[in-house]
């Protein structure tokens, strides 16, 4: 499938999101970078990534030698039962782990640039292909990524969540932006500080990206004494793949649910690492945590969590009956169980994850309120009669009806619609309609207009975002993170290709002049090194001599350097 039919064959709310790949984009000196960091994390990590690795980049379409097409991956993907697409930078969690759901990789469009070849805080294609898509190939981690999709979907996010994404965000366009000043990096870093900062109890989707860093990102598999690297920040990145084999440096601790509870600096190397034993070992971990998540458990304390959460979150009643909108209220019984919830600003009513017809946001622009519980005298819940039934219970269309609950929450108005699913009935409308609960508290009144009450014995299960994504959407697509790098220079861009071409056979007239002419492109000196054949011993030598040059009058780039000079062919 072409980039065209892949965002064609997406879900609407998610082709905003995504951008096509122009890859003409990527420069000479671009591919540079690339050919760079693929040579030295393969040479260094032969050894201490999981063995699937290698494996893995062959069968996932990334090739050592230049940027991966987009289409170069599909092709490979799609034996595995997967996708890419590419996005530009940091994308909503929610949006992110959808796509995960769907068995799509997100690839980061832009490539890091050579000042910040060892570690980017942004995302981009390196960490995004070569560190995400290797393990793609092994069943369980396959299994568990998309697991984990599932699950970040439901998570509950707070406002503060939100808050941190978009300060990290616009710290890494800061600092990958070639004309951002000192003062402009320091500006986000204080306002990334500033909104990690807020302390709080973390939300579900707090807890659940710790442990998605923790594993997928910064990921051993193993023993603590004999372990090898599978996060894909560990094996897109020189720096922290070395640093993490530092037992001094960086502590081994073996991976349970608990590594929720370590949070994370994504501006900085880690100062811990997770061991899992193996790649099922995963799963478990995931699950466990996912059984204590308010998806599966439902219920009062579940409704208040999403208002403790201020976001957009969904109840489902055991009915199947969804309700999606800003929760504010829950009103429990003597023992706890929710019986009345409520919510404020626009709601949707769905059902299995389709909005009902005329009960969308605009319908219930205002908030939504309803009964959680059965009926007195009934001894099934309210959804389960059928409709010979209600009229046998004086609950008949076009007719006065009063409702009253075990809780004391009284419903009495003119009934004018049942609607019903599967044999079971959702949702009754009243006109004339007047709630009150056990105190005489009135939750509803007859100039408020038509009143909706949905049916359901209990709330299932509370989660967060929307039922019907398509219908209410939450998250808009952002305008580019940074705007488009140019190639740069045009006659050093030629030099990048010209180097390139020598391993080919192409000359290498001009070469020296050229060397000359950019005294501090140490990228280029590398890359004449691995060129083989193609580079006489003079400047070979002249190359070597240089960097050494480089590395004496630049301290930041000594390290680089040094990779450079150990493993000169």
């Excluded at 998570?155 to 503060?160: F, P």
């Excluded at 939100?162 to 990096?185: C, G, M, N, P, W």
């Excluded at 969904?314 to 019986?339: H, M, N, P």
């Amino acid at each position: 499938m072409t980039q065209q039919e892949i965002v064609a064959s997406l879900p609407a709310h998610l082709r905003p999101f995504v951008r096509l790949q122009d890859y003409g984009q990527y420069s000479a000196r671009d591919q540079a970078v690339w050919r760079f960091i693929m040579r030295q994390l393969t040479r260094r990590l032969g050894d201490s990534a999981h063995p699937v690795y290698l494996e893995g980049l062959a069968r996932t379409g990334i090739a050592l030698d230049h940027i991966p097409s987009v289409e170069e991956m599909n092709a490979c993907l799609a034996e595995l039962g997967w996708q890419a697409v590419v996005v530009d930078g940091f994308i909503p969690p929610a949006i992110f782990m959808e796509f995960q759901a769907l068995k799509i990789l997100v690839i980061a469009l832009e490539m890091r640039s050579v000042d910040h070849i060892f570690y980017t805080p942004a995302p981009d294609i390196v960490h995004e292909s070569a560190g995400h898509a290797p393990f793609i190939v092994d069943v369980d981690y396959a299994e568990f990524l998309q697991r984990f999709g599932e699950i970040g979907m439901k998570a509950i996010a707070s406002h503060q969540d939100f808050a941190q994404y978009e300060a990290v965000r616009h710290l890494s366009i800061v600092k990958e932006t070639a004309d951002s000043t000192a003062a402009d990096v320091a500006a986000a870093e204080r306002a990334l500080e500033e909104a990690m900062a807020v302390t709080e109890e973390p939300s579900e989707a707090a807890l659940l990206t710790r442990l998605h860093w923790w594993t997928v990102e910064y990921g051993l598999v193993g023993e603590l004494d004999n372990y090898r690297l599978f996060g894909a920040g560990l094996l897109s990145s020189l720096g922290e793949s070395r640093n993490s084999l530092d037992d001094q440096r960086v502590k081994k601790l073996p991976l349970t649910v608990d590594a929720v509870h370590y949070p994370y600096d994504i501006t900085r190397q880690q100062p811990q690492l997770f061991v899992t034993r193996s790649c099922h070992h995963l799963g478990q971990v995931l699950e466990e945590f996912a059984a204590a998540m308010c998806f599966q458990r439902g219920g009062a304390e579940s409704l208040r969590k999403a208002i403790a959460a201020g976001t957009v979150c969904t109840a489902r009643y055991d009915s199947g009956i969804q309700v999606s909108g800003q929760f504010v209220e829950v009103l429990c019984d003597a023992v706890g169980k929710a019986v009345y919830l409520r919510t404020s600003g626009p709601t949707q009513l769905a059902w299995r994850d389709t909005e009902i017809y005329g009960h969308g946001t605009s319908a219930h622009a205002e908030g939504f309120g309803s009964p959680v519980g059965k009926l007195k005298d009934l001894s099934r819940c309210l959804s389960e009669y059928s409709v010979d039934e209600l009229r046998a219970h004086h609950i008949v269309i076009g007719e006065p009806v009063v409702l009253e609950f075990l809780s004391g929450i009284t419903v009495r108005g003119r009934l004018q619609q049942v609607l019903r699913r599967d044999h079971r009935n959702l949702l009754l409308s009243f006109s004339d309609c007047t709630v009150t609960d056990l105190q005489g508290r009135l939750l509803f009144q007859p100039a408020w207009g038509q009143y909706d009450m949905a049916v359901g014995a209990t709330i299932d299960s509370v989660y967060g975002g929307t039922a019907d994504r398509e219908r209410y959407q939450l998250y808009k697509a952002a305008p580019a993170a940074a705007p488009a790098r140019t190639g740069g220079d045009v006659t050093l861009q030629g030099l990048y290709r010209q180097v390139a071409a020598l391993a080919a056979g192409g000359g290498a007239a001009g070469l020296a002049a050229g060397l000359d002419a950019w005294p501090d492109e140490w990228l280029l000196r590398a890359e004449l090194l691995e060129a083989g054949a193609g580079v006489d011993e003079a400047l070979r030598q002249r190359a070597l001599a240089d960097l050494q040059r480089c590395a004496a009058a630049r301290e930041d780039l000594q390290e680089v350097i040094g990779l450079v000079l150990e493993t000169a062919p």
